[in-house]
């Protein structure tokens, strides 16, 4: 009976043990990486910066949004993300109105011992709007990652343009970069038109190109809202750079105004 006491009370400190493993916070991971030929490689650790890290020799255009910098198989690493604030531009858009322009850019640079080159660059703008001008970066949508595990960053911004009277949803652009490689996703976002609009896009569904039935009619703008054209730029890309790029997508697609 002694000997079948003491099984019970082992057998439960194991049950006990292994229940505690598995009730371990999940928002907590190991950061050891390896390469593909599963040697130990340092994590890539992107740090927000300051204007003031900028090199004197690095010209900007506009206002600093957000500067980033990190170091990888590339060197010494700086993300400079800026915008120009609507002005009245004096130019004709199609329809022969005048009307505000907003201007915004994005720049990669990669270098040693404080000498940078570019890498890639974003220059995108709405143009002489008569209406109200939507041109930013969305808020907390830059995510600098290491996703293949090669050593290099990619890198992914996100922003939103839009020319418009009325309650219509802005034109969301996200764009990742490896090593100068960009991969693109563009689309609209969601936008409720009336309190009884309920958001229903999921990543399985953001794909209008893979959407069932959707044929591009106007009768099917609304299907548009918080989808995007395809997924295409992504053909050639290692599986994760598509999968990391659908979340953030579901992440900020929902359009606010705060």
Known sequence: MRMLFVSFVLAALISCNSSGEKDKDPLVTDTTKTDKTGQQVAPIEPVKAAASDVPATIKITGNIHEVWKWNDKMG???????????????????????GFT??????HYAG????????????????SCPFDVTCQFIRDAISITDLDKDEVAEITVQYKLACRSDVSPAIMKLAMYEAGTKYGL???MWLAASPEDKFAVTENNANLEKLP???????????TFGRYESEKEFSQAPPEFIMHARGRWMRFVKESFD
């Open 76 to 98: 010494d690493n700086l993300l400079i993300t800026s915008y120009v604030a609507p002005y009245e531009d004096k130019n004709k858009n199609e329809y022969g109105e005048e």
């Open 102 to 107: 907003g201007e915004l850019y994005a720049t």
């Open 112 to 127: 040693t011992n404080g000498k940078f080159q570019q890498i890639w660059y974003i220059s995108d703008a709405e143009k």
């Open 186 to 188: 563009k689309g609209l």
């Open 213 to 223: 039935g959707y044929k591009g009619t106007e009768e099917e703008y609304m299907k």
